[in-house]
């Protein structure tokens, strides 16, 4: 729907005229032979430069996870990146992000971890990246004019983000305290419901008992800002693709930087919306809506948007049935399985 809208204008007199292939594509929001003449302009050196840094970032991304699980279980960091691409390529090709109930499978049950503990070690993983996202969306804000609308949604997501950090430290070092507010929190559920979800969270706790022990905090910390900064770095490079850092674009050219960061907050926010697989059309339109931004014609942007989705789309598909493949799984299998664990 989203690459679609980005794509035409509905045109509601013809539809209900009866007109319905001119009322849905008769009015088109972008040329395509524009767009035919960005791509075929584009130059191509920085795609393979961004496509080199974004394999080094999953690399780091599983190094990451490593650590975080070592306090429990020394896992192999071939397992930790085999888990982490065959939940990309469950997310690229399946529904509802089936990919990281597979993750947190594989990484449980090769990695002959509780699925607890695998559980809580991916969540910590996933707060420390959102932690690193509102930094962004902070500093979004402090230098760029964001939309009203955007700015709303950054702060509510901030919100939830440092209340739900809150909860799992609690968790952590007061779980009694923590699963009675739960509990008081949840009183409208009914009371089954409200049983088995204060199980669930009982259970979670004693996975997130690994940290209390863990002697890697800094480590952690560094290798997430680290990880972050080739995402930034990722995004700077992909300027260079269309020339965008040029007198023609003002406020890319005179703050490439700030300009990296809003993009990389908006189309990282952009891909946690409920999409299809893969985030096709999501995440070209909020990708077209962020580069627009900043004076970027829509002939443009959908270029820019295409390429960015590609390049990191394609390599995870077959990097992640490699891996698939490489451990002996099956997709279906494999899902199933995640699905009835979970």
Request: proline share 4%; hydrophobic share 55%.
């Amino acid at each position: 729907m989203f690459i679609y809208l980005s794509f035409w204008k509905i045109d509601s007199g013809l539809l209900f005229s009866g007109h319905i292939f001119s009322g849905l594509f008769g009015n088109p929001r972008i040329d395509l032979a524009g767009m035919g003449q960005a791509l075929a302009g584009a130059r191509y050196l920085y795609l393979a430069i961004m496509a080199v840094l974004i394999y080094f970032g999953w690399w780091i991304r599983a190094w990451r996870w490593q650590i975080l699980a070592s306090p429990i279980k020394k896992v192999s960091a071939r397992l930790s990146f085999s888990a982490l691409m065959i939940g990309y390529l469950g997310n690229n090709v399946l529904p509802l992000r089936a990919g990281e109930l597979m993750r947190m499978y594989v990484a449980g049950k090769r990695g002959e971890m509780a699925m607890s503990s695998s559980l809580a070690v991916i969540v910590v993983e996933r707060v420390l990246d959102m932690l690193m996202l509102m930094l962004a969306f902070t500093l979004s804000l402090l230098f760029f004019p964001l939309p009203g609308f955007f700015q709303k949604a950054g702060l509510i997501t901030l919100f939830a983000t440092l209340i739900f950090t809150g909860f799992l430290l609690l968790l952590l070092f007061q779980k009694e305290r923590a699963l009675k507010w739960a509990g008081w929190f949840l009183k409208i559920i009914p009371g089954k419901i409200r049983q088995k979800l204060i199980k669930m969270m009982a259970d979670f706790s004693d996975g997130l008992e690994i940290f209390r022990r863990s002697e890697h905090y800094l480590l952690v910390l560094f290798w997430t800002v680290f990880m972050w900064s080739i995402y930034l770095l990722i995004i700077y490079v992909s300027l260079y693709i269309f020339k965008f850092i040029d007198p023609a674009y003002p406020l890319i050219y005179h703050s490439p930087l700030v300009s990296s960061i809003v993009l990389l907050t908006i189309t990282t926010m952009g891909i946690g919306i409920p999409s299809a697989p893969g985030a096709v059309g999501t995440y070209h339109g909020v990708c077209l809506f962020g580069i627009g931004l900043f004076g970027v014609a829509s002939e443009t942007g959908m270029s820019y948007a295409i390429l960015m989705h590609l390049s990191n789309f394609l390599p995870m598909t077959i990097i992640g049935i490699y891996c698939l493949f490489r451990e002996g799984m099956k997709l279906a299998e494999l899902a199933g399985a995640a699905k009835k664990q979970f």
